[in-house]
């Protein structure tokens, strides 16, 4: 059994924080304002393969309410590159980087004002392997994950820029 003061930091940090100001972002479920923020954003069509998934993934976390006029917008510009490395040697790639960036901004449908200006990516290593049909398999796999990685560090983004903006309304 420890003794009771090896217990006392771990008792004062417990005690300290709700005066942290940590609140939930989800405070409310989904009737909450920043659930009905994120639904109340449509995502126009993003090209591209890597755009498709992007968009589905964006969709399907964004809960969409389906609403006529949507409150917000949510543009979004890809960047999908993908470089051979670790040459071996007989000069054949032996592994591959696929990165993944979004630009995006998330605008005000009634002001036209951009209430969020930002990016978010992220990448993955593949390993190239004998088999042209695995690599490729390998190569969408990465990207589909990307697609799934890159939408929700925007969606978090947003999250919290709807929160804060709720924050600051009268």
């Known amino acids: 059994m420890r003794p009771i003061a090896t217990l ?5 940090l417990v005690l300290a924080l709700p005066g942290c100001g940590l609140q939930p972002m989800y405070a409310g479920g989904g009737d909450g304002a920043v659930a009905q923020g994120l639904a109340a954003i449509e995502v126009p069509a993003i090209g591209g393969r890597a755009g498709w998934l992007v968009r589905n993934a964006l969709v399907d ?8 006029a949507p409150r917000y917008r949510l543009d979004v510009r890809l960047d999908d590159q993908l470089e051979g490395l670790g040459v071996l040697g007989d000069d054949t790639i032996g592994r591959e980087r696929r990165t993944l960036r979004a630009r995006y901004q998330l605008i005000d449908t009634a002001t036209g004002s951009i209430l969020l200006d930002a990016t978010a990516g992220s990448d993955a290593g593949i390993d190239v392997v004998s088999s042209e049909y695995a690599t490729i ?5 990465a990207l589909e994950n990307l697609a799934r990685e890159v939408a929700s560090r925007m969606v978090t983004r947003i ?9 600051a309304a009268p």
């Open 61 to 68: 976390r964004l809960g969409a309410a389906g609403e006529a």
């Open 137 to 141: 398999a390998a190569e969408q796999t």
């Open 8 to 12: 006392l930091p771990a008792l004062a």
């Open 159 to 167: 999250a919290a820029t709807l929160r804060d903006e709720y924050r």
